[in-house]
């Protein structure tokens, strides 16, 4: 089973766990998906319980930081690999000119 989202299917970029290239199985592709939704989910449940405007406030900017810094890892890495790659420990593989020039001949 190859699970991706669409840019991965469209670019032909697959993941694999780091320590071997074989697909991460279910519960690293779970855990590829809660370590970046987990700050968004706790900033709108707690944005949802209506405490004083100020805990609303605190409570995205540390979602937004958290996001960020998720995500912006992938500029800074050498090998584009997110902070939840790394938590996870996956790597993105990208296909090289070679192998797309194989697979469309």
Do not use: C, N
Not at 4 to 20: C, E, M, N, T
Not at 43 to 71: C, E, F, H, N, R
Request: charged fraction near 15%; proline fraction near 7%; aromatic fraction near 6%.
């Amino acid at each position: 089973i190859v699970l991706a989202d669409i840019g991965k299917l469209v670019g032909g970029i697959r993941v694999f766990v780091s320590s071997g290239l074989v697909p991460p199985g279910w519960a690293r592709s779970l855990a590829l998906w809660w370590v970046p939704g987990v700050p968004g989910l706790v900033a709108s449940l707690v944005v949802g319980l209506d405490p004083a405007t100020v805990v609303k406030q605190v409570v995205a900017a540390a979602a937004l930081i958290a996001w960020l810094m998720i995500y912006g890892s992938i500029v800074t890495d050498p090998d584009r690999r997110g902070l939840h790659d790394r938590i996870v420990g996956t790597l993105v593989v990208r296909p090289t000119a070679a192998a797309v020039t194989s697979r469309e001949a």
